[in-house]
């Protein structure tokens, strides 16, 4: 039997790059950790940073978040609110920066990150879109590069501690395991995750959360097989190591599980 994950799926990283700065939202909850994580990225010597997710619509966070410009543009991992609520105004306080997003309701003034694969930065960085859905359909992660050293900044597809939800029906399991499966090819290389700590290698954390998922999996299909016919009787089943205020989150996967297994819901 698999536990609820609460720990880091990979050893924590020693330290960042110096091109890298965190700024942590100050909306801690127990889907969003620490705060939401907005990502500062800035080459050395470079006239103008990127940001990645700038978090709620709190002033004081996005004011300090302006305070690292001149910024050239903001990077959306996925639309949900904790990531994009305070965009708009981080755009207006950066004087129209662009926002770019795989979502088109969440870019502002560029086109929706569409690509998978695609190059794009200056600043000294260079930034490659990676494809990852599977936690929402919108979510994207960004391969990051400054000389020899590398960064993946993965949203909420990756965190620094614990496992994500998958968000049904928006999210969908078997794109996540595919997006996992991608992400595990990036061994060696620094995770920066929407939420958490950082990790020292993104390879190792995706084995982790695959491993992690396919038990899951084998979980879910004894909880059917011994009938379980809801995402509700199943969370109950598999999830009683999980807190119960959380139980409406863990059907979001449960639902996905299902529907991944090809069972019939009520």
């Given at each position: 039997?698999?536990?609820?994950?609460?720990?880091?799926?990979?050893?924590?990283?020693?330290?960042?790059?110096?091109?890298?700065?965190?700024?942590?939202?100050?909306?801690?909850?127990?889907?969003?950790?620490?705060?939401?994580?907005?990502?500062?990225?800035?080459?050395?010597?470079?006239?103008?940073?990127?940001?990645?997710?700038?978090?709620?619509?709190?002033?004081?966070?996005?004011?300090?978040?302006?305070?690292?410009?001149?910024?050239?543009?903001?990077?959306?991992?996925?639309?949900?609110?904790?990531?994009?609520?305070?965009?708009?105004?981080?755009?207006?306080?950066?004087?129209?920066?662009?926002?770019?997003?795989?979502?088109?309701?969440?870019?502002?003034?560029?086109?929706?990150?569409?690509?998978?694969?695609?190059?794009?930065?200056?600043?000294?960085?260079?930034?490659?879109?990676?494809?990852?859905?599977?936690?929402?359909a919108d979510?994207?992660?960004?391969?990051?590069?400054?000389?020899?050293?590398?960064?993946?900044?993965?949203?909420?597809?990756?965190?620094?501690r614990g496992t994500t939800v998958v968000a049904h029906p928006d999210g969908h399991l078997g794109d996540y395991l595919a997006s996992l499966e991608l992400l595990a090819t990036y061994r060696g290389i620094p995770a920066l995750p929407g939420h958490g700590p950082a990790l020292a290698d993104c390879g190792a954390a995706a084995e982790f959360y695959l491993a992690h998922r396919r038990a899951r999996l084998d979980q879910v299909r004894a909880a059917v097989a011994a009938g379980a016919s809801t995402a509700a009787e199943v969370v109950a089943a598999v999830y009683a190591d999980v807190d119960r205020s959380l139980w409406w989150a863990a059907e979001w996967s449960v639902r996905a599980q299902l529907v991944h297994l090809g069972v019939e819901q009520p």
């Open positions: 039997m698999t536990g609820h994950l609460t720990v880091p799926a990979a050893a924590l990283a020693d330290a960042l790059p110096e091109w890298v700065t965190l700024l942590r939202a100050p909306n801690p909850g127990p889907m969003t950790l620490d705060g939401t994580n907005t990502w500062v990225l800035r080459a050395p010597g470079a006239k103008y940073a990127v940001v990645v997710d700038p978090g709620p619509a709190d002033e004081e966070h996005l004011a300090a978040v302006a305070g690292h410009g001149p910024i050239g543009f903001v990077l959306i991992t996925h639309g949900h609110p904790d990531h994009t609520e305070g965009a708009p105004r981080l755009s207006e306080l950066l004087g129209g920066a662009h926002v770019l997003a795989a979502d088109p309701a969440h870019t502002i003034g560029g086109e929706p990150l569409t690509e998978p694969g695609e190059h794009f930065g200056g600043f000294g960085l260079e930034i490659q879109l990676l494809n990852t859905p599977g936690h929402t979510s994207v992660c960004f391969l990051v590069e400054h000389d020899d050293e590398q960064v993946v900044l993965t949203g909420d597809t990756i965190l620094g």
